[in-house]
């Protein structure tokens, strides 16, 4: 908690996160990973869930999650395979992607889309959107996410703010040395 609390780009990020939950009235986190885990450093929260409440700096699954699939995704193709073959697979809810070749699928429409979803996959009823900070040599060094139940948006409405996602991801990315005009 320490680390998380220090973390160098959450004073980058936080007014970003403000802003994208007060525009969207949706909760808005930021993620790091270690390793093969997705670690929350920071979070705007708008949804009244417990499991939200406890994850903050909590490791959460690289495969199931719309953070860690834009990770796995950005990644060269040996180091996602070793973290794959570590992986135990757990199916979280009735949606959560265990077939390797299905994700990987998923991780191809990630690379072309530029940013991840996670449909119910870790949390019945959650629905997350998540797109990349990239550093100055364009490697994905954390991610922003927009999550939101189901009872409040709809799935289809929480995807179609994938561009205002990016744009944002663009901008801080651009705030912290990433200069590539293509995204």
Known sequence: MIYIANFPLRKVIRPHLEQMAKETKLTASMAI???????????????????????????????????????????????REEILDRAVFTKYTERTIVNRQILKEHLEAVQKNNYAIDQGETYENLNCLAAPIKDEKGKVMAAINLMGSA???KP?????????LKEKALFISRQIGYRSDLW
Not at 41 to 61: K, Y
Not at 156 to 164: K, R
Request: cysteine-free; charged content about 20%.
């Open 33 to 79: 990973m270690r390793g093969s885990r997705i670690i929350v450093v920071d979070r705007i929260q708008n949804l009244n869930l417990d499991i939200l409440m406890q994850s903050m700096g909590i490791n959460a699954p690289i495969y199931s999650t719309s953070v860690g699939k834009l990770f796995l995704a950005s990644m060269p193709e040996e180091e």
């Open 151 to 153: 009872s409040v948006i």
């Open 156 to 164: 289809e409405a929480l995807f179609e703010m994938a561009g205002y």
